[in-house]
């Protein structure tokens, strides 16, 4: 009998290829509408897609322009104008309010040394260029979208950035020169930069702190503004010292700036993907320099200034506790100085299904024309959907519940036309657009298709509730329920059962969506079902569900998957004994649990950057408040672990079951990885090995935590897929 799947090398890989030429949307601009002769309207659309480049071994940024044609209310005609062109070397770019300028940020090789530069074009040619390196007023500019930004003022006189603070110059107590050779240099500097440059000694190993996975080179950032006509570059002052700055934007009137400034002291703990770091709304006068706190002392995020230039919305959580939480949308008045929420935390959804706010980021542009609406992306259950709230009411809406697709991003909106991207686990991204309707209407989205993607027919998936068995209720959080998307070939060889892949995610506290997965895509085609188990715990449920797990990893999670899989198997179209388990991060961390657990269920085992011992981890995180939230323990900056503690850490770690496992395993670690530490998965690692378990383990230099290098990822994908095959028998 042939085999139920794609088992060649080859042929697996000639997969990965085809299914790796999908591109997926980053961005969305809407320029100014523009009257035509005859009294119609049209509108630029400016977009940017990457894209895996196999070839190159890298992801390559390109735009592509449309053009659309509408009456304010409705699209009457929509096209491309031109093809894709590739972006090289632009870090930030901003066009300016009235569409008349662009600034660029753009980073390049001369001669050997990386320089940046500060472009402003304006109709054909590029009026100014500053080499931003050259002029030492700062270090480098952040490109990242936590602390980055490109802003230009209203009166498109200024440019607003942030990036590092200027370091001085260091050198060795012991390092001598001739007087000759000072001199000369001295002058050469002087005539550079205008002064000499201060020289510390000593300094030269001073630690400096990083906020961790993804921005090891942002430590202290500063507010940068250039000012256009005279091309001068100054850093304001007057913002705190215990303050790091960023996600800034101008003040109605350009009177100052507001930004989100987040509490470095005692020290930095990992930001990315942690948005419950102690943080606050603050405004930075430009005359007085008198820095002001506008919201509380609390966890806040993406604010986003309305077009009336009269409110600021942003999002706000609990400081510590569970990283990724259920937000409030709140509102700053800017003239009454009013702080309100707008939609408060839900802990349980209500009768309008409504599961709350669940985003660390805002779309760039968000707000209706008339300023009383604004529009969130987020997920709600395992779906992602389009949401538009009144800032009135409170009242919260979607636009997208009777799709049929799974996943829909706001990229942008302006004067009420929406640019979106939606995809599905059988379609990749495709672009839309719609104009928002009126106020109590918003359910009738006429939306237009601007660039389509093909419908993966052969793949099949669906949405499965599961309600835990009473034995496995969570007593002081009971009636919670919980989901996994179901992958699966559409149609099956005959009388043949197929082979199971389980895929937890990771957080604990996040989701996977219906969106476009290209690694589930593949194995599908190849002959494999794939489950992704939302736990309870996910984000999207409510916010019962995600306090539901804190202290409770390693138990109620992993008898949620195992529920889950198991209620799956029942179905009577899946092989029980080519069942296999795969997870990164938190899903590494419940694979181990789950081999380790259920020693004779899995057939193999993938684990990516696990956790694996939370008392050993502790130390060298960039998030140690997560082991010991995770635990069950409060965090504090100078929390001091005791025995019982430890004990409770390694009592919800994997490495507590490792005498038992028995099904091989492959481990797969970035070695710049600061989130989980690459030991992390040695320690586990040797433990198999003395164990004399069937082990594995990829090593990927240049990686994070994510291994989304293109390398990490094509190899680690096929490496994977061989790893299931040889140990589920299916040669």
């Known amino acids: 009998m042939s085999s ?32 035509t002769q005859y009294g119609g309207k049209y509108s630029n659309i400016y977009t940017e897609w990457s894209q895996r480049d196999l070839e190159r071994n890298e992801k390559v940024k390109f735009c592509r322009q449309y053009i659309v044609f509408h009456d304010d209310q ?125 020289v510390v000694k000593g300094d030269q190993f001073v630690y400096y702190e990083d906020w961790g996975e993804t921005l090891v080179d942002k430590s202290t950032p500063v507010l940068c503004v250039l000012d256009i006509e005279g091309s001068n570059v100054s850093v304001l002052e007057g913002i705190p010292e215990n303050i790091s700055p960023g996600q800034a934007f101008w003040a109605p009137g350009d009177t100052g700036v507001v930004f989100v400034g987040w509490w470095h002291e005692p020290f930095r703990l990992g930001l990315r993907y942690c948005p419950n770091r102690r943080s606050s709304l603050f405004y930075v006068d430009l005359t007085s320099g008198k820095c002001d706190q506008l919201s509380d002392s609390s966890a806040v995020f993406s604010p986003r200034l309305s077009p009336d230039l009269c409110r600021i919305v942003y999002l706000e959580c609990g400081v510590y506790g569970p990283h990724q939480q259920c937000c409030r949308l709140c509102m700053y008045d800017w003239y009454t100085k009013n702080k309100s929420v707008i939609v408060d935390v839900v802990k349980r959804p209500g009768e309008d299904g409504f599961t709350g706010i669940y985003s660390s980021m805002l779309s760039p542009m968000c707000w209706s024309a008339d300023s009383q609406r604004v529009l969130i992306s987020c997920p709600q259950r395992s779906r992602q959907e389009l949401l538009v709230v009144d800032i009135s009411t409170g009242s919260v809406t979607s636009l997208t519940s009777k799709s049929d697709m799974g996943n829909w991003s706001l990229l942008t909106v302006h004067k009420d036309l929406m640019v979106v991207s939606c995809a599905s686990p059988n379609c990749p991204p495709s672009l839309r657009v719609g104009f928002l309707p009126e106020r109590g209407s918003e359910a009738g989205v006429s939306w237009v298709t601007l660039e389509t993607a093909e419908v993966q027919s052969d793949i099949d998936w669906q949405v499965l509730t599961f309600t835990p068995p009473p034995e496995q209720e969570n007593t002081e959080y009971p009636g919670l329920d919980f989901e996994a998307l179901l992958l699966k070939p559409k149609e099956p060889k005959e009388g043949v059962k197929l082979p199971l892949i389980v895929t937890p995610h990771g957080g604990p506290h996040s989701i996977i969506t219906a969106d476009w997965l290209l690694s589930s895509a593949v194995f599908c085609k190849m002959g494999f079902a794939v489950l992704l188990v939302n736990y309870r715990g996910s984000t999207g449920f409510g916010q019962d569900s ?16 195992q529920f889950a899989v198991e209620s799956v198997l029942k179905q009577g179209c899946f092989d029980e004994q080519k069942v296999a388990i795969s997870g990164g991060s938190h899903g590494g961390f419940l694979a181990c649990h789950l081999i380790g657990q259920f020693p004779d269920f899995y057939k193999a085992c ?19 408040d997560w082991c010991m939230v995770e635990a069950g323990l409060d965090y504090s900056p100078d929390a001091q672990l005791d025995s019982v503690a430890l004990g409770q850490m390694i009592d919800k770690s994997p490495i507590k079951h490792i005498s038992q496992v028995k099904t091989p395993v492959l481990l797969t670690l970035g070695e710049d990885d600061k989130r989980v530490p690459p030991k992390q998965g040695i320690e586990y690692y040797r433990g198999l090995k003395a164990r004399n378990v069937p082990t594995r383990l990829l090593w990927y230099q240049g990686n994070n935590h994510s291994l989304s290098t293109i390398a990490a990822e094509s190899d680690g994908f096929i490496n994977i897929a061989l790893w299931i095959i040889q140990h589920c028998g299916l040669q």
């Open 4 to 35: 139920q799947v794609v088992n060649n090398p080859d042929d697996i890989v000639k997969l990965f290829r085809e299914q790796s030429q999908f591109p997926s949307l980053s961005r969305a601009d809407i320029g100014p509408a523009i009257t």
């Open 74 to 198: 409705s699209v009457v005609f929509s096209g491309p104008s031109g093809n894709c062109t590739e972006i090289k070397g632009v870090l930030l770019s901003r066009d300016s309010p009235s569409g008349d300028m662009k600034a660029v940020v753009r980073e390049c090789s001369i001669k050997g040394e990386e320089k940046q530069f500060l472009e402003i074009w304006h109709k054909n040619s590029k009026v100014k260029s500053l080499n931003l390196t050259d002029l030492k007023k700062h270090g480098k500019v952040y490109e990242d979208d936590l602390f980055g930004c490109l802003v230009w003022s209203h009166s498109e006189t200024h440019l607003l950035y942030v990036a590092e603070k200027k370091r001085a110059k260091t050198e060795s107590f012991f390092k001598t020169e001739s007087p000759e050779s000072s001199s000369a240099g001295d002058e050469e500097e002087g005539i550079k930069v205008g002064k000499k440059e201060e």
């Open 546 to 561: 995600i306090y539901s797990l804190p202290g409770r990893v390693g138990t109620q999670d992993v008898l949620d998957v």
């Open 606 to 624: 993938i684990t990516r950057n696990p956790v694996t011992n939370l008392t050993t981890m502790i130390g060298s995180t960039d998030i140690p």
